[in-house]
């Protein structure tokens, strides 16, 4: 009955409408934006102009800081457009807890000097709900026969 009723709690979490508060932390910040309605994640822009040379790595503000509810977590995420020219953005997971400024981690691997202009799209921020599980510790996993068990690393082929 316990599990039943967290289900419930859980469910209604993730169910009910979600209001995310958000704080201009710099006079140039943009509000997190998604460029279509069905996104899974919505864009941060820089508030700074950045050099970043080769092999470098910053962080970068967005000049904005978001709350989320409890029960609640986001992650941010780099851009396609950014990983095919060969910028990384870190991933990062924030609590709902964190009100501080969101900073993109930017790495620089594509051999070349590469420009960040003030309003550019440097990362996105993504909501997944917080779940907590029982840990139960055992002795053996029964795991379905054919499964991949322990194996990783390329185990399923190339």
Partial sequence: MKRFLYS????????????IKWKKLHPDA???TRAHKEDAAFDLYAVEDLILPPNAHTNCGCGVAVMVPSGWSYDLRGRSSLNRNGIITALGLCDSYYTGELRAVLSNLSGEEYVIKKGERIGQIKFNPVWDFPWEEVEEFNAPKGSRGDKGFGSSGR
Avoid at 8 to 19: N, Y
């Fill in 8 to 19: 419930l709690k859980r469910l209604w979490v993730i169910a009910k409408p979600l209001s």
């Fill in 30 to 32: 943009i509000m997190p």
